[in-house]
């Protein structure tokens, strides 16, 4: 048995000095004469190899004592062909009264449920054309129009068309139709001219049997092995092969489509704490601890990752930079964002930038609960400035067009609710400092908390609380859906209209429904799935979506990328009455003025313009680039509940 070095506290100073391994080779090593294997587990007496036949049936493992190594690592090489067997590791630590086994979480494929990593040459994975796979173009992160989907949500349902459904093939496949014949899958998202496809969660998570084809659901925020696929959406999840190569062909076929793809990612926590591979590999390393020396809870399910201890910041870059190069991924959201510390951010983005510097960085600016982070070390909503390119959800937007999503039954600027146009205003405008808008006293988190335009994700749903349209329905006892249809597209027009970096909920655009249900993370396919038959039901409003995010694309006004461009380039008009919002438009670089009108009360509004000579792009039904009519002199009706965009030359 080998004997443990004297360990320092792991939040010392010492203790990073001592063990903070910095070489590339942690997990393992293959090629077909021998597979060296490298985890780092400085607090262990011993460490044991053990290598499998399978990925889950019982079986006596084959045992190789490994050896100590560099700054706390353990190592072992075997010489002989290992392709495709699986292994874990044994390990002794003081004061434990029995050994307790871990998958390594270098792995980079598991068998079923994850329980044993694979040897893997990842070559084999490849699909055909894989080096010639080639990204999307895009410019800059406020050309970004992102779509969030689930990737069982997406073609589980019948209507979906799909002979894939709720798996990866399917997210890509191409030609699906549903009733009518209409477009479904990723020709849908072609057709509505999104960017960017978010997945939720797609490393491998707990909650769902993977060994069983069933109805069993789980969002994916259960956290086990973040270099690994999810297996229950592949074809086969008891070969790990199986799920690196249809992942592999999902990002291939979205590419080819003209989408980029990216993953929503949890280092906040882990599904388990005191089970958790990284607990029995370095007992209190990964994890932080509360003053009793329990594990903290600020992520609200039961512990926290301590990002900003060396070992776990390099483990968080190694796992990004490795779905960024292996997978071609081309970007990553961050799960509760807020529990990740400034130093571990910004090293990601310097990782991404060496690899592309186009990958897109943002996430949730906020914490789950208390945390023993600083607060000044946080990588929250409000410190989004002094992270170059990375981006934070702006809440506040999305409570202003809708209503708050702690309170179900009170509305927002679309339903008519007074007292939110100064809020709407700072979303408009990325919530960078503007010279027109009544900010709040000593509330940075709903005033000018972003620098630049890129910093701001602007959105009204996402998977989280109520869809959009239950939370229409629930906040409007008695109105028609005729009116609901009208704030939708009020909402549609707030979002793809506003500075930032555009985020839309898939399935906003047919009016989805999970049937008034909130935070769905766990509920059935009855509830999550799509339903295509929806888009047949509202194809105009599908087609008002799709206008939009063509009006959009087409002009960089919707996109300015720099705080003064908006300061310059954006003036909010004197409106006739409250529930109204209107600004005037201008892309730096001249060309075409915009009016964009909003009208939120149940009357009909009338607005005088500052010129006449303005074209109609935008109304209350209709939306793109196109001419819709011209108006005759400087002043403009607007119905109940509706939005105009106006251009002129």
Not at 97 to 114: F, L, Q, R
Not at 175 to 199: F, I
Not at 422 to 445: C, F, M
Not at 571 to 582: D, I, S
């Amino acid at each position: 048995m080998n004997h443990s070095p004297q360990i320092p506290n792991v939040d010392s100073p010492e203790f990073a000095k001592q063990f903070h391994y910095a070489r590339p080779d942690l997990g393992v090593r293959y090629t077909p004469a021998a597979a060296s294997f490298r985890v780092w587990a400085p607090t262990a007496q011993a460490v044991d190899l053990l290598l499998f036949r399978t990925g889950h049936h019982p079986e006596t493992p084959r045992i190789v004592p490994m050896a100590r190594a560099a700054k706390g690592t353990w190592t072992a090489t075997v010489k002989e062909n290992l392709r495709n067997h699986y292994y874990r590791y044994r390990l002794v630590h003081p004061g434990q009264p029995a050994p307790v086994e871990a998958v390594d979480p270098y792995a980079v494929a598991t068998g079923a449920n994850g329980q044993r990593a694979m040897i893997l040459d990842l070559r084999d994975t490849d699909p055909k054309g894989w080096t010639r796979d080639a990204k999307p173009p895009f410019a800059h992160p406020v050309d970004a129009i992102l779509y969030e989907l689930h990737v069982r949500d997406f073609t589980i349902h019948p209507s979906a068309g799909s002979r894939f459904p709720g798996a990866y093939l399917g997210v890509a496949q191409r030609g699906t139709k549903g009733p009518g014949g209409l477009r479904t899958g990723a020709d849908h998202l072609r057709e509505l001219g999104v960017t960017h496809v978010h997945l939720l969660p797609v490393a491998d998570y707990g909650g769902v049997d993977e060994t069983r084809k069933s109805r069993q659901y789980n969002w994916g925020y259960n956290p086990e092995n973040y270099n690994v696929p999810e297996g229950s959406y592949a074809t086969d999840p008891f070969d790990g092969r199986v799920r690196v190569r249809e992942f592999k062909q999902m990002v291939q076929g979205l590419h080819q489509a003209g989408l980029r793809v990216v993953l929503d990612v949890v280092y906040n926590h882990t599904f388990h704490g005191g089970e958790s591979h990284f607990h029995r590999l370095v007992p209190g390393y990964y994890h932080r601890q509360d003053a009793q020396g329990g594990f903290s809870n600020g992520s609200g399910c039961g512990n926290e990752v301590a990002s900003d201890r060396s070992m776990v910041r390099k483990m968080m870059v190694d796992s990004l930079v490795y779905w960024a190069t292996e997978y071609h991924v081309d970007g990553f959201r961050f799960d509760l964002m807020g529990l990740h510390d400034l130093v571990t951010m910004r090293q990601i983005r310097k990782a991404m930038d060496r690899i592309d510097p186009s990958i897109l960085l943002y996430g949730e600016g906020w914490t789950g609960g208390d945390s023993p982070l600083p607060a000044e070390q946080r990588a929250m909503k409000t410190s989004v400035g002094r992270l170059p390119r990375i981006a934070a959800f702006n809440d506040t937007i999305r409570d202003a067009i809708k209503g708050p999503v702690s309170d179900h039954a009170q509305g927002g600027f679309v339903q008519g609710a007074p007292g939110f146009e100064e809020r709407l205003k700072t979303g408009i405008t990325a919530s960078v400092r503007h010279p027109q808008i009544a900010y709040p006293e000593n509330d940075l988190w709903h005033g000018p908390w972003a620098q630049a335009p890129h910093h701001c994700v602007t959105y009204d749903s996402c998977h989280d609380n109520h869809a959009l349209w239950d939370k229409l329905v629930l906040t409007t006892p008695g109105l028609r859906d005729a009116d609901r249809l009208a704030m939708n597209r009020l909402a549609a027009v707030l979002v793809l209209t506003s500075q930032g970096i555009a985020f839309l909920h898939a399935g906003e655009e047919m009016a989805r429904t999970k049937k008034g249900r909130e935070n769905t993370y766990n509920l059935p396919d009855s509830v999550n799935a799509i339903d295509w038959r929806r888009k047949t039901k509202h194809a105009d409003l599908v087609a008002y979506y799709r206008g939009l995010i063509a009006l959009r694309k087409t002009h960089p006004a919707f996109r300015l990328q720099t705080a003064a461009d908006i300061r310059r380039g954006l003036a909010f008009l004197n409106m006739p009455a409250p529930g109204m919002v209107g600004y005037i438009l201008q892309s730096p670089a001249g060309g075409t003025l915009f009016a964009v009108l909003l009208n939120a009360t149940a009357q009909s509004q009338t607005v005088t313009l500052p010129a006449a000579g303005w074209r109609v792009l935008v109304d209350d039904r209709r939306a793109g680039t196109q001419t819709l009519r011209r108006l005759p002199g400087d002043s403009c009706p607007l119905p109940p509940r509706s939005a105009l965009v106006l251009a002129k030359t």
